[in-house]
């Protein structure tokens, strides 16, 4: 993987929070920011490229795109930077009955370079709840984070224990209904991972996305 440099985007600012006195790296150092990160994912849905997502900033910059490979296009997704440097890739486990993801450094699928997994926290859920491990976490007896909420509700909340660690609302103007896109507001907290909030709510819309099977 192509080290990142100095010359790609960094996000704007949003508004001020109180940054976390232990900042949550997972995906990198480098995309911890001081400030609460506001970024803006477009979907675009009814194509060929289903599920591929831009994440810009609030000033349109982009920081992150996420690609299904061909071919594997439900079980398969791989975020990128800015540059086209691919930094996890998402992939589901097969056979499992909560649905689990599992995202890795890069684009390996080696046990080594795990990074985390997702799975959905219950198998009967009328509202969506995901328990989020650290590839540490090898008991999974408590989850690291959870995921509370859907792409297809009002938005979702992303927690560290009982704190909240970043959150997601949908946006609706003229340009969604007319081109058949769908705009989610993100916003990670300061000192948090906004790369790693990223890859979660790309696995949150996945999982989402195969709800009408059986669990």
Not at 1 to 22: C, I, K, Q, R
Not at 94 to 110: A, C, D, K, M, Y
């Given at each position: 993987?192509?080290?990142?440099?100095?010359?790609?985007?960094?996000?704007?600012?949003?508004?001020?929070?109180?940054?976390?006195?232990?900042?949550?790296?997972?995906?990198?150092?480098?995309?911890?920011?001081?400030?609460?990160?506001?970024?803006?994912?477009?979907?675009?849905?009814?194509?060929?490229?289903?599920?591929?997502?831009?994440?810009?900033?609030?000033?349109?910059?982009?920081?992150?795109?996420?690609?299904?490979?061909?071919?594997?296009?439900?079980?398969?997704?791989?975020?990128?930077?800015?540059?086209?440097?691919?930094?996890?890739?998402?992939?589901?486990?097969?056979?499992?009955?909560?649905?689990?993801?599992?995202?890795?450094?890069?684009?390996?699928?080696?046990?080594?370079?795990?990074?985390?997994?997702?799975?959905?926290?219950?198998?009967?859920?009328?509202?969506?709840?995901?328990?989020?491990?650290?590839?540490?976490?090898?008991?999974?007896?408590?989850?690291?984070?959870?995921?509370?909420?859907?792409?297809?509700?009002?938005?979702?909340?992303?927690?560290?224990?009982?704190?909240?660690?970043?959150?997601?609302r949908r946006k609706h103007s003229v340009q969604t209904m007319v081109f058949d896109t769908d705009n989610y507001g993100v916003?990670?907290?300061?000192?948090?991972?906004?790369?790693?909030?990223?890859?979660?709510?790309?696995?949150?819309?996945?999982?989402?996305?195969?709800?009408?099977?059986?669990?």
């Open positions: 993987m192509a080290a990142m440099g100095g010359n790609l985007p960094v996000p704007a600012p949003a508004n001020a929070y109180t940054p976390l006195s232990n900042p949550i790296v997972v995906i990198g150092e480098q995309f911890l920011a001081p400030y609460p990160v506001d970024l803006k994912i477009q979907q675009k849905v009814f194509t060929l490229a289903e599920n591929n997502f831009d994440i810009t900033d609030v000033n349109g910059n982009l920081i992150f795109k996420v690609k299904g490979k061909f071919f594997s296009i439900r079980d398969l997704r791989v975020l990128l930077d800015a540059a086209g440097n691919p930094l996890v890739s998402l992939k589901q486990k097969i056979l499992t009955v909560h649905r689990r993801w599992q995202v890795f450094r890069g684009e390996s699928n080696s046990s080594n370079d795990l990074l985390f997994s997702v799975k959905k926290s219950s198998l009967l859920q009328f509202k969506t709840t995901l328990d989020v491990f650290l590839a540490s976490n090898t008991s999974e007896s408590q989850p690291d984070f959870r995921i509370k909420g859907s792409w297809h509700e009002s938005g979702c909340t992303i927690y560290a224990g009982e704190n909240i660690i970043a959150q997601m916003t990670a907290y300061p000192n948090v991972d906004y790369a790693f909030i990223v890859a979660l709510v790309v696995v949150l819309d996945e999982i989402n996305a195969d709800r009408s099977g059986e669990d």
